[in-house]
């Protein structure tokens, strides 16, 4: 008789898993807000808003490839 713990999808990993995919456009929207709102407050137009952009861009890499390496083995 097959054993019912395999058989069950692991919930939490699937959870954990679908959360990946918001890493990256989370962290670039994050940066592109706090650069633009320094633009708007500070007159330097357009590069605070490119280089949060891009620290965004480079922690949501950062983030996905780490939460990638986490369930690699799985």
């Known amino acids: 008789m097959p054993d019912k713990q395999t058989s ?3 919930y939490r990993k699937i959870a954990a898993l679908s959360s990946l995919g918001l890493m990256l456009p989370s962290s670039i929207a994050v940066g592109l807000f706090i650069g633009y709102l320094l633009d708007k407050l500070l007159g330097t137009q357009p590069w605070l808003l490119l ?7 480079v ?3 950062y983030s996905l490839l780490k939460g990638l390496n986490k ?3 799985d």
């Open 8 to 10: 069950k999808p692991n």
């Open 51 to 57: 280089v949060f952009f891009l620290l965004g861009a």
């Open 71 to 73: 369930y690699k083995d």
């Open 59 to 61: 922690s949501g890499f």
